[in-house]
Nanobody, 124 residues
Framework: QCQLQEFGGGSVQAGGSLRLSCAAS????????MAWFRQAPGEGREGVAA???????IYSDGVKGRFTISKDNAERTLYLQMNSLKLEDTAIYYC??????????????????WGQGTQVTVSS
């Protein structure tokens, strides 16, 4: 079992920045893939960014160029740096992990472990 806990959510004005963290309760193999997803009210869970076992990354079109995913294996922590935030970025953000060396994926069903989520609210 692996528990994930997100930190760093909050309220910010449009154009601002936030940095989300996701801490794992146990050892994370550097080859395991991790990702960030988000869910806005009334919407389905959307993939935002993912980092694969080889360190490669992918982003959804809506956040490309504004968000950066990174991982510190020694600290068992996943990060999401969010810049130039927009109103439409408002959502609950979740981190996810799959204990396999896979390519980065934004498909929720490919991940086994999920955090509880952290709220990000962007206002005008």
């Amino acid at each position: 079992q692996c528990q994930l806990q997100e930190f760093g959510g909050g309220s910010v004005q449009a154009g601002g920045s936030l940095r989300l963290s996701c801490a794992a309760s146990r050892y994370i193999d550097s080859r395991w893939a991790m990702a960030w997803f988000r869910q806005a009210p009334g919407e389905g869970r959307e993939g935002v960014a993912a980092i694969g076992g080889d360190g490669s990354t992918i982003y959804s079109d809506g956040v490309k160029g504004r968000f950066t995913i990174s991982k510190d294996n020694a600290e068992r922590t996943l990060y999401l740096q969010m810049n130039s935030l927009k109103l439409e970025d408002t959502a609950i953000y979740y981190c996810a992990l799959v204990p396999s060396n896979i390519r980065p994926s934004l498909v929720p069903s490919e991940y086994n472990y999920w955090g509880q989520g952290t709220q990000v609210t962007v206002s005008s």
